[in-house]
């Protein structure tokens, strides 16, 4: 790491320390309403850094606020833990009528009733579309079938927005109807009472929460609009950096986004955490050098940080270096032992190894630290599959995704578990529909448009699969997977042409000589079929082009002096099978 770097980081420190304590006195309820930002930047930022002495570092949080004044706060924070929704709503309602001779809103107090008011209606409206889940614990998903086998490719997959977003839900001591517009214009109507020299915190929160309902609402331009506005208030509200990777759909937007925010908001070192956010989750369709060079950086100023420490686990699976990916997870188990979406991902990565001791091992460890968690259900899921218990598999992903709640991220994952393991049960209607639910989760998944790419295919319904395939060829153009199973598909129509050329590319991408035959070991036949002797001749001479003769080259030659004779060149045939019998005397 160069020294203008070192002393870039050095300063961001300084910064986040200094803008965090500045926010914390800005009011009592921030300790709520930035939980998940403070968390973060303590955590992998302050605490995980290398580069300066915390202990110099000085700094006591004072409030604005009387002793009463507290107690009603700590009383409405408690209540928002416990998910007592409606008793918040009644306390701050109370408290405002006995205040009610003060001309003047406590902006904070207005926020944590809007807040109150958007997470009643999302607990309302998750169990409504757990009730109306296909995977839901007492429906049998069989039951789907039919309408599956009507579903078009191009059929909308965002089933819980458009079902559920205009839902009204009841809330508060009047029970007055609320949904997600109502909620925005209150949200709206406080900012714009806001001085906006005043209030740059609050209203990096209120921004921040109003992007994050126009995603629901998928309405991504003002969405990342809004979040924009919440970084320019706060650089630091790291909520607003996650919100906006969600609403990235494809690589090319990165970049688009990533200039849009670098000359809009003042630079700081969650810059340089969203683009390895970003960059993991596109990791195959970027430039790969460019993301490890800057996550290695960022790692050597940070090696406490969970996030990066995470990202560079995760890393090491994407690149196929398993013995190196358990490695990484085994350390970061060692250092975070009680943290299960760490033993959640690790889980995955022993399964991919068929490591079943170290499997189950793992599943006790988590069962010990909370058994009716979605970690534990998940880890327990993934050895039930490993001993081929696909029906108990399934199960335990299920109770995973219930106790998942609000997390998208880890439903999509599950949703995609359980297709695979409808696949490996050769239930492919069930299969579509798991993917399905995975997408409405994340439409950015790789493995869901993958899946149901294959489990079409596998139903003979090959242009639905074409379609599929060429969204997992939007997202990783440089997979030579996608590219293989499109060829497939395209054979199967007698679209010949088109399944060479994908071919060709899949060959192209491929780097094992191993897995490059195997893919010429299609084009061959491929090419026979289309009757092109031309090409035919030029593949089977760039397999014998190999400095080294191998079973590749030695199927070639046959193949090559069958074309010669089939073509009427009988002395070239003729040749060629007499260097092998020369070849085999020697």
């Given at each position: 790491m160069?020294?203008?770097?070192?002393?870039?980081?050095t300063?961001?420190v300084?910064?986040?320390?200094?803008?965090?304590?500045?926010?914390?006195?800005?009011?009592y309820?921030?300790?709520y309403?930035?939980?998940?930002n403070?968390?973060?930047?303590?955590n992998?930022?302050?605490?995980?850094?290398?580069?300066?002495?915390?202990?110099?570092?000085?700094?006591?949080?004072?409030y604005?606020?009387?002793?009463?004044?507290?107690?009603?706060?700590?009383?409405?924070?408690?209540?928002?833990?416990?998910?007592?929704?409606?008793?918040?709503?009644?306390?701050?309602?109370?408290?405002?009528?006995?205040?009610?001779?003060r001309?003047s809103i406590?902006p904070?107090?207005?926020f944590?009733?809007?807040?109150?008011a958007?997470?009643?209606?999302?607990?309302?409206?998750?169990f409504?579309?757990?009730l109306?889940?296909?995977?839901?614990?007492?429906?049998?998903?069989?039951?789907?079938?039919e309408?599956?086998?009507k579903?078009?490719?191009?059929?909308?997959?965002?089933?819980?927005?458009?079902?559920?977003i205009?839902?009204?839900?009841?809330?508060?001591?009047?029970?007055?109807?609320?949904?997600?517009t109502?909620?925005?214009?209150?949200?709206s109507?406080?900012?714009?009472?806001?001085?906006?020299?005043?209030?740059?915190?609050?209203?990096?929160?209120?921004?921040?929460?109003?992007?994050?309902?126009?995603?629901?609402?998928n309405?991504?331009?003002?969405?990342?609009?809004?979040?924009?506005?919440?970084l320019?208030?706060?650089?630091?509200?790291?909520?607003?950096?996650?919100?906006?990777?969600k609403?990235?759909?494809?690589?090319?937007?990165?970049?688009?986004?990533?200039?849009?925010?670098s000359?809009?908001?003042?630079?700081?070192?969650?810059?340089?955490?969203?683009?390895?956010?970003?960059?993991?989750?596109?990791?195959?369709?970027?430039?790969?050098?460019?993301?490890?060079?800057l996550?290695?950086t960022?790692?050597?100023?940070?090696?406490?940080?969970?996030?990066?420490l995470?990202?560079?686990?995760?890393?090491?699976?994407?690149?196929?270096?398993?013995?190196?990916?358990?490695?990484?997870?085994?350390?970061?188990?060692?250092?975070?032992?009680?943290?299960l979406?760490?033993?959640?991902?690790?889980?995955?990565i022993?399964?991919?190894?068929?490591d079943?001791?170290q499997?189950?091992?793992?599943?006790?460890?988590?069962?010990?630290?909370?058994?009716?968690?979605?970690?534990?259900?998940a880890?327990?899921?993934?050895m039930?599959?490993?001993?081929?218990?696909?029906?108990?598999?399934?199960?335990?992903?299920?109770n995973a995704?219930?106790?998942?709640k609000?997390?998208?991220?880890k439903?999509?994952?599950?949703y995609?578990?359980?297709g695979?393991?409808?696949?490996?049960?050769?239930?492919y209607?069930a299969?579509?529909?798991?993917?399905?639910?995975?997408?409405?989760?994340?439409?950015?998944?790789?493995?869901?448009?993958?899946g149901?790419?294959?489990?079409?295919?596998?139903?003979?319904?090959?242009?639905?699969?074409?379609?599929?395939?060429?969204?997992?060829?939007?997202?990783?153009n440089e997979?030579?997977?996608?590219w293989?199973?499109?060829?497939?598909s395209y054979?199967k129509?007698?679209?010949?042409?088109?399944?060479?050329?994908?071919?060709v590319?899949?060959?192209?991408?491929?780097?094992q000589?191993?897995?490059?035959?195997?893919?010429?070991?299609?084009?061959?036949?491929?090419?026979?079929?289309?009757?092109?002797?031309?090409?035919?001749?030029?593949?089977?001479?760039?397999?014998?082009?190999?400095?080294?003769?191998?079973?590749?080259?030695?199927?070639?030659?046959?193949?090559?002096a069958?074309?010669?004779?089939?073509?009427?060149?009988?002395?070239?045939a003729?040749?060629?099978?007499l260097?092998?019998?020369?070849?085999?005397?020697?």
């Amino acid at each position: 790491m160069t020294d203008n770097k070192a002393s870039f980081y050095t300063g961001c420190v300084i910064d986040a320390i200094e803008q965090t304590q500045k926010s914390k006195r800005s009011h009592y309820l921030m300790g709520y309403i930035y939980k998940q930002n403070y968390e973060f930047i303590q955590n992998n930022i302050i605490e995980a850094n290398s580069l300066i002495d915390l202990n110099q570092i000085t700094g006591h949080i004072t409030y604005n606020c009387n002793v009463n004044e507290q107690i009603l706060f700590d009383n409405i924070i408690e209540n928002l833990y416990k998910k007592q929704y409606q008793q918040v709503s009644f306390i701050i309602e109370q408290f405002e009528k006995e205040v009610s001779f003060r001309n003047s809103i406590d902006p904070y107090l207005e926020f944590i009733k809007i807040k109150t008011a958007f997470l009643f209606w999302l607990d309302n409206i998750n169990f409504t579309s757990i009730l109306n889940d296909g995977l839901s614990e007492n429906d049998d998903i069989d039951h789907h079938v039919e309408s599956i086998k009507k579903m078009k490719p191009l059929q909308s997959l965002n089933t819980v927005s458009t079902n559920f977003i205009d839902a009204d839900v009841k809330f508060g001591i009047s029970s007055q109807p609320i949904n997600i517009t109502t909620i925005l214009e209150k949200i709206s109507k406080l900012i714009l009472s806001l001085d906006k020299n005043e209030h740059h915190y609050i209203l990096s929160a209120l921004y921040s929460l109003s992007g994050n309902l126009l995603l629901i609402k998928n309405e991504k331009a003002y969405a990342v609009d809004k979040l924009t506005r919440a970084l320019k208030f706060d650089p630091y509200n790291w909520e607003a950096y996650e919100a906006i990777v969600k609403s990235i759909s494809l690589p090319n937007e990165i970049v688009l986004l990533s200039e849009h925010i670098s000359k809009n908001i003042r630079e700081t070192i969650l810059y340089d955490f969203f683009q390895i956010r970003c960059w993991d989750v596109f990791f195959e369709s970027i430039d790969a050098e460019l993301y490890i060079d800057l996550l290695t950086t960022t790692l050597e100023s940070f090696p406490k940080s969970k996030f990066l420490l995470t990202k560079n686990a995760e890393l090491a699976y994407k690149l196929n270096d398993l013995p190196q990916s358990k490695f990484l997870y085994e350390q970061l188990l060692k250092r975070f032992p009680f943290c299960l979406d760490t033993m959640f991902n690790y889980s995955n990565i022993l399964y991919v190894s068929e490591d079943y001791p170290q499997l189950r091992e793992l599943m006790i460890r988590a069962k010990g630290i909370s058994e009716v968690s979605c970690e534990c259900q998940a880890i327990r899921g993934n050895m039930e599959s490993l001993m081929r218990n696909n029906e108990n598999a399934i199960m335990h992903f299920r109770n995973a995704i219930k106790l998942a709640k609000t997390d998208s991220s880890k439903k999509c994952k599950l949703y995609v578990l359980i297709g695979h393991e409808f696949v490996e049960l050769g239930n492919y209607n069930a299969a579509i529909f798991a993917y399905r639910n995975a997408l409405k989760h994340d439409h950015r998944d790789y493995a869901a448009w993958m899946g149901l790419g294959f489990a079409y295919d596998a139903l003979n319904q090959s242009k639905f699969a074409i379609y599929y395939y060429q969204k997992c060829i939007a997202l990783k153009n440089e997979d030579p997977r996608a590219w293989k199973s499109i060829a497939s598909s395209y054979t199967k129509i007698d679209k010949l042409n088109l399944a060479y050329e994908a071919l060709v590319k899949a060959y192209k991408l491929s780097e094992q000589r191993t897995k490059k035959m195997a893919i010429a070991d299609e084009i061959i036949p491929l090419l026979e079929k289309m009757k092109d002797t031309q090409k035919l001749e030029q593949w089977l001479k760039s397999i014998l082009e190999y400095p080294e003769p191998d079973e590749y080259s030695e199927k070639a030659l046959g193949i090559l002096a069958e074309l010669y004779r089939s073509t009427g060149r009988i002395q070239e045939a003729e040749n060629i099978e007499l260097s092998k019998y020369r070849d085999s005397i020697h």
